[in-house]
């Protein structure tokens, strides 16, 4: 008899599936956040994994959650020589402040990430402003002035960079029903609503800062050299 989880395998009671090389029939459905896979018989799981007589944890459950702690210090008593942790305890053990120095490498990435991401939104308007000095020039020709300019230039930028965020942030949603589709159980991919308007804010600024520059150069630029410019 075995239990497991409904999403990795696509399986569903009655169906059958490889493991340990042998072959289990699916007789239940274990609800989500169970902290176990697979609920196979002790004696059996011991057999096939060449592990008689030998357990890595044991979870156990009380009948009154206010009961957790005496409990645990009772078994502490009798069971010295093994760690015995409430659920919350355990769960902690895997979290990033249980890690040294993993939130500070967390930091770096994700600052590392936010800078390249800024300088290539920057670069990128900063490129396609510069490719456009002829057209500024044409508008300078027929008179309009370079605040002119370079406001149709923000404006236009704007619009790209919040365009641009919104397609980013739906094509997370994409990614993530490919992620659930084709390698489900593999990866996992968290969306976090509050990097939203960060993200977004990081494109707007790099976008505004890429076009602002190249944008005022080209605007003072005598028309001719503006219509010049190769």
């Given at each position: 008899m075995t239990t497991i989880t409904r999403g990795e395998h696509k399986l569903h009671v009655g169906d059958t599936m490889q493991m340990l090389g042998q072959s289990w029939r699916v007789c239940g459905i274990v609800d989500q956040g169970m902290l176990a896979r697979v609920i196979v018989p002790l004696d059996r799981l011991q057999e096939l994994a060449a592990s008689s007589n030998q357990l890595s944890i044991i979870y156990a459950k009380v009948d009154d959650p206010r009961n957790i702690h005496p409990v645990i210090d009772a078994l502490r008593q009798q069971l010295k020589d093994y760690p015995i942790y409430a659920m919350e305890e355990y769960a902690s053990l895997f979290s990033v402040n249980s890690i040294p120095m993993l939130?500070?490498?967390?930091?770096?990435?994700?600052?590392?990430?936010v800078l390249v991401g800024f300088l290539v939104v920057f670069l990128s308007m900063y490129t396609a402003v510069l490719e456009r000095t002829r057209e500024i020039g044409v508008l300078k020709a027929l008179g309009a002035s370079p605040l002119y300019i370079v406001n149709i230039l923000l404006r236009e930028?704007?619009?790209?960079?919040?365009?641009?965020?919104?397609?980013?942030?739906?094509?997370?949603?994409?990614?993530?029903?490919?992620?659930?589709?084709?390698?489900?159980?593999?990866?996992?991919?968290?969306?976090v609503p509050i990097w939203w308007p960060i993200a977004a804010g990081i494109a707007i600024g790099g976008a505004l800062l890429g076009a602002?520059?190249?944008?005022?150069?080209?605007a003072r630029q005598n028309a001719i050299e503006a219509l010049a410019y190769e």
């Open positions: 939130r500070e490498f967390i930091y770096v990435v994700i600052g590392l990430g930028t704007l619009l790209l960079a919040i365009c641009g965020s919104i397609i980013g942030i739906a094509l997370t949603f994409g990614t993530k029903w490919v992620i659930n589709s084709v390698v489900h159980g593999s990866l996992i991919q968290a969306t602002t520059y190249p944008g005022l150069k080209a």
